[in-house]
């Protein structure tokens, strides 16, 4: 075990709160420490705002702990209040048991579950939360807690004057007996979370204490917020996935690499594993220089290829420069589908013109016939980069990108993709 492991988390900011700081600093100096993470599948895919816990479960799998990666499978068909405005939808069993095994997938991207040393171990709630009878829970579980103290749980008071059903009231609960479960199976004495979670966490280690007569641990690491207010996770009101079928790679590194630079130097330490002398450099640098951004390219380099793998990433540097320079043409047709999957596209069929002019109006980046002429006689068209500026140019087979795909710009930043 690595005696500066604590201090390091605490240096990186990860660490928001923690239960008896002293006490669980010496338990990870001293031995390996099982620890888990709960995910619950409110969709198909884990997104950014999992990425920290989930690094987490790695740094410490990394320093000789066992991470536990606990999927859901039940607490996912009710769902967590805390900090929520309102009532979750719930989702079938059907539903929720597919989102676990996908989200199991994803997890083995991050967390060793082969390591020979500390193997991590992969558990689903549903297995204990799917057998309990409701009378067995009430007795073994809810005698332990009063009312008083589940209603002192912020998650609880800040919903109470807009209503929280039974329901997400007894979650706390859940998320407890989850805690005892994998102390009873693994010897698990450590949860992680993010700040929102602690009431649930320590609800869960007075569990353990009243049941098991043993002290157990929390740890939960800071809510990211972005300095310029808006939510982190989302780029342009939708979230940021780990899945590359639902956020492309390129997508991924360019919500990286457009952080904002008062965050850039908290996320370098959130989110990789750069040592902090080598970002204590790269900070160096950056404040000599912003304009390099050479932060920002540490940060988007680093997150996406421990996402995606370095040949994405380097994918996704390749469709940048090529936008950025113009150079349409280099990008093969996968990286052109990733660099333009949310322009207006159009798909041009046997019945059009191959006359640019009349496809500019057919696909609606020109208003009319005359606008279209004024557009293309003034320079504002581009095809695949490059200005086309005669009214009777015919596009040509040398001009769809492989095979199927147009680039058409107008001015200096609408694009607009035609497909063939």
Request: glycine residues 8%.
């Amino acid at each position: 075990m690595s005696s500066d492991f604590f201090q390091e988390l605490k240096d990186r900011g990860l660490v928001f709160q923690t239960t008896d700081e002293a006490a669980l600093e010496k338990q990870l100096n001293e031995e390996s420490v099982k620890l888990y993470v709960g995910f619950d599948p409110t969709a198909d895919s884990l997104h950014i705002g999992h990425l920290l816990p989930v690094l987490m479960l790695r740094r410490f799998q990394q320093n000789g702990h066992v991470p536990i990666a606990l999927v859901g499978g039940g607490t996912g068909m009710i769902g967590d209040p805390s900090f929520k405005d309102q009532e979750r939808q719930l989702n079938t069993l059907d539903i929720v048991q597919q989102w676990s095994n996908q989200i199991k997938g994803q997890l083995s991207r991050f967390i060793d579950f082969e390591s020979e040393t500390a193997p991590a171990i992969i558990a689903n709630n549903y297995d204990w939360l799917g057998e309990i009878s409701m009378i067995d829970f009430l007795r073994d579980v809810g005698k332990n807690f009063t009312i008083n103290y589940m209603m002192s749980k912020e998650s609880v008071k800040r919903r109470i004057e807009s209503g929280i059903s039974y329901t997400e009231f007894a979650y706390q609960l859940l998320q407890a007996y989850d805690f005892l479960k994998l102390y009873e199976t693994h010897g698990c004495l450590l949860q992680l979370g993010g700040s929102d979670q602690w009431g649930n966490i320590t609800s869960g280690i007075e569990l353990l204490r009243r049941e098991k007569e043993v002290q157990g641990f929390g740890l939960t690491m800071p809510l990211i917020t972005k300095a310029d207010g808006t939510k982190f996770g989302k780029t342009e009101g939708n979230a940021v996935w780990l899945d590359a079928e639902k956020t492309t790679p390129y997508e991924f590194y360019q919500f990286w690499i457009n952080t904002d630079d008062r965050d850039v130097i908290k996320f370098l330490k959130y989110f990789t594993f750069l040592p902090l002398a080598e970002i204590a450099e790269i900070e160096k640098a950056f404040l000599a220089a912003p304009e390099s951004r050479v932060a920002q390219k540490a940060l988007a380099k680093e997150v996406t290829t421990l996402v995606h793998g370095q040949e994405r990433y380097e994918q996704a540097v390749r469709i940048s420069n090529a936008l950025f320079n113009g150079e349409i043409k280099q990008l093969t047709g996968e990286e052109i589908e990733q660099g333009f999957k949310d322009v207006p596209t159009y798909h041009v069929t046997s019945e059009d013109s191959d006359q640019l002019l009349e496809l500019l109006i057919a696909a609606n980046i020109a208003s009319s016939k005359r606008q279209a002429r004024e557009d293309l006689q003034n320079g504002a068209i581009y095809v695949n980069g490059e200005r086309v500026q005669s009214v009777d140019y015919v596009l040509q087979a040398s001009d769809k990108l492989s095979d199927r795909f147009v680039v058409i710009r107008r001015g200096k930043k609408k694009y607009f993709l035609l497909t063939f």
